[in-house]
């Protein structure tokens, strides 16, 4: 009996469309987000492993607690129907090319069409050249370089503020304190990323514009293990503020470094103190130290989800069993901005989402957020605190402060 090749033929194309049909609603070609039944997912490429987990896992945190809160608070309503969030999580090993990988398979192969930032400036420079090539919006929450919003990026679009804002107000404090602002010298050490070379440009140009003198300008070793040959030059020199940023790894090296050493210095200022945990972790040898912060849990904010700064602080300790840096709580704000876009575009067309974001002009427990033209948020300034007897207290901006400036910080036989 002869085969029926016209019969056979026939069946196959109707098999073929009948699974072609069954693909299709089971992953949607979809030019929106990654909506599925009452599910709003949202990418997220994360440091989990490699030399910025200690910061991906605040991150992380952060995002997972303003879902949580975003969901049991009433969600997301867009066009008279109510949304939850949910983030799909691939873990970017500190690596800037993965993060660019994970970026274009979130996008093309998850078809989830908005983001969330990575942890750092490096990680988010290597992913936004391809969101912005998909047209897909990514609300970062901890890129801060300025180099960032110098490409004419429109789908980029940062909470906190920039880097070169970090310790300026170091510089400022040891203005007012010395009262000779051209006689104070400055010494800086510094990691060879975007971050840390934009803080290390703002602090210096301050520097110069109140015409005080660099006595030393150190990019810190790359694997960030030992910064003697810097503080050898601090010992020698005697600068009146030394200024130092290298992530949570250069905090915790510069505390152990310039008490092992006995490094003396009036003022000590550096970055991301809080998720490098130098009070837990050095107790009275991080006394007097001056820390760099987004925000802080005293800060007078306030959110109808999250309510104040405080209470903010006090879920996430519920959460997670530590106090919240800075870095989970302006991730967890990065929802709140989504539910708002969201909200007020009432569409999930990631081109509308995206004028939505950029018309932004809202206040959350982190802080107020307004975005610029390049995608800076320009509504909220950074704070200086300083370690006061195992706790940190803000000391600037002063009109803001809750305490006092403690200085100079006594030579190491007196404390």
Request: overall charge positive; proline content about 5%.
């Amino acid at each position: 009996m002869g085969i029926d090749h016209k019969n056979l033929n026939s069946r196959y194309l109707e098999l073929f469309t009948s699974a072609l049909l069954v693909l299709t609603v089971l992953f949607p070609l979809s030019s929106e987000a990654k909506v599925e039944g009452d599910t709003i997912t949202l990418g997220a490429a994360v440091s989990l492993t490699g030399k910025y987990a200690t910061n991906g896992k605040h991150t992380k945190n952060g995002y997972d607690l303003g879902v949580k809160i975003v969901n049991e608070r009433g969600g997301i309503k867009v066009a008279g129907k109510t949304y939850k969030f949910a983030i799909k999580y691939y873990d970017d090993e500190s690596t800037p090319a993965r993060g660019a990988q994970l970026a274009e398979r979130l996008i093309k192969q998850d078809n989830i069409k908005f983001l969330l930032g990575p942890y750092g400036s490096g990680l988010t420079k290597a992913m936004a050249p391809i969101t912005e090539k998909y047209k897909v919006p990514m609300v970062e929450a901890n890129g801060a370089s300025l180099s960032l919003f110098n490409n004419g990026y429109r789908y980029l679009f940062a909470i906190l503020s920039t880097t070169e804002q970090y310790l300026q107000s170091a510089i400022s404090l040891v203005a007012t304190v010395s009262k000779n602002p051209e006689k104070v010298r400055i010494a800086g050490a510094f990691e060879n990323d975007p971050f840390s070379q934009d803080i290390r440009n703002g602090v210096f140009d301050d520097a110069k514009r109140l015409g005080m003198k660099t006595v030393i300008d150190d990019k810190l070793p790359p694997d960030l293990n030992d910064m003697s040959a810097t503080l050898t030059k601090v010992k020698a020199l005697k600068p009146d503020l030394l200024v130092i940023s290298g992530h949570a790894k250069g905090a915790t090296l510069a505390i152990r470094q310039v008490s092992d050493m006995k490094v003396n210095v009036p003022m000590l200022a550096l970055t991301h103190c809080d998720s490098a945990d130098i009070i837990g972790k050095f107790g009275k040898a991080a006394e007097y130290v001056l820390c760099a912060s987004q925000w802080d849990r005293s800060l007078a904010y306030k959110d109808a989800f999250f309510g104040s700064a405080e209470n903010f602080a006090q879920g996430f300790e519920k959460s997670y069993g530590y106090a919240p840096p800075y870095q989970a709580a302006e991730s967890a704000a990065a929802l709140l901005v989504y539910k708002d876009a969201f909200e007020r575009a009432a569409t999930f067309d990631p081109s509308k989402v995206r004028d939505a974001i950029a018309t932004t002009d809202m206040q959350t427990f982190y802080g107020n957020i307004k975005f610029d033209s390049s995608g800076k948020n320009i509504a909220k300034p950074m704070v200086l605190y300083q370690v006061q007897d195992g706790q940190y207290k803000v000391v600037a901006p002063t009109e803001w402060a809750a305490s006092k400036l403690r200085w100079p910080t006594p030579p190491w036989h007196k404390r």
